[in-house]
C-alpha cells in the first residue's frame, strides 16, 4: 500500500495485555503494553480500517491475553506446555524478548491490516522492568523464511503465521495424509468482526490439540 503525502493521516493504537515468558525452563508472568503507529491512506474505506483495528484490538485482547510464549527451539517448553490446553501456545522462532515481539506484533498487525494501513513502528513496554523497545524498521525483519521456517516439509500455508492475516500464534505440521485445503480449525479468519458494525460480535476462543512445527532453532 503507498501513501501519499497528501492523503496519509497517522493515528497512535495501544493496548495491554498478559502472558507467560518461558525462557528455558522458567516461566515469567508478564503484562505487556503495546503501541503502535498506523499510516492510513483517506482513499481507503472506513470500514476497511476500522475492520484493520478491531482485527488487531481483537487478537491483543481475546487470542494472545495469557498465551504462552516460548521459542520454537525450546525442547522443554513444546515438549511440556503444548498440554496446557487454557493457554494458547505462542510460538515465536527465537527467545520471546520484547524486541522479537515488537517485530512479530508489527508483522502481525500488518497483516491482519490486510493493506487498509501501514505499521510505522511498534513498541513493546513490559510493566515488570519499565524499558519499552521500539521496532521500526521498513526493510523485511530479520525472521526466518518460508522454508527455513517449515523445514521444507509440506505445510497449509505458504506463509509464517505471523504473516498471515487470521488468529494463528504458531504453526501446525501436516501428515502425509492430511489434505492440505483443510486448514487447521483452530485458526480462524478474523473477517467475521465485520458484523461488529452492525451488530454485535460473538467472542470465538480458540480449540485445540496442535501438533506443532520444529521451526527454526533459536539463536
Known amino acids: 500500500m503507498t501513501i501519499s503525502k497528501s492523503n496519509k493521516f497517522v493515528l497512535k493504537y495501544s493496548q495491554s495485555f498478559s502472558a507467560i515468558r518461558v525462557v528455558g525452563t522458567e516461566l515469567f508472568p508478564i503484562w505487556l503494553h503495546v503501541n503502535a503507529e498506523l499510516l492510513g491512506n483517506v482513499a481507503i474505506s472506513d470500514v476497511e480500517f476500522q475492520l484493520g483495528i478491531a482485527k488487531m484490538d481483537y487478537w491483543f485482547v481475546n487470542v494472545i491475553h495469557n498465551s504462552v510464549m516460548f521459542s520454537s527451539g525450546n525442547d522443554w517448553a513444546m515438549d511440556c506446555l503444548l498440554e496446557m490446553p487454557a493457554n494458547l501456545p505462542f510460538i515465536a522462532p527465537y527467545e520471546p524478548t520484547d524486541d522479537v515481539l515488537a517485530i512479530l506484533f508489527n508483522c502481525k498487525c500488518n497483516a491482519l491490516s490486510n493493506g487498509a494501513f501501514l505499521v510505522g513502528y511498534f513498541t ?27 523445514g521444507g516439509k509440506k505445510s ?30 483452530c485458526f480462524f479468519s478474523l473477517d467475521f468482526l465485520r458484523e461488529r458494525f452492525n451488530v454485535s460480535a460473538e467472542i470465538i476462543k480458540p480449540q485445540f490439540t496442535p501438533k506443532v512445527i520444529a521451526g527454526k532453532k533459536g539463536k
Open 124 to 150: 513493546v513496554e513490559d510493566e515488570n522492568n519499565n524499558i519499552s523497545y521500539m521496532y521500526a524498521d521498513e526493510d523485511m525483519p530479520d525472521l526466518p523464511l518460508p522454508d527455513e521456517w517449515f
Open 156 to 185: 497449509y500455508y505458504e506463509v509464517p503465521w505471523w504473516h498471515r492475516n487470521d488468529s494463528s500464534t504458531f504453526d501446525i505440521t501436516p501428515s502425509e495424509t492430511d489434505d492440505l485445503s483443510k486448514k487447521p480449525e
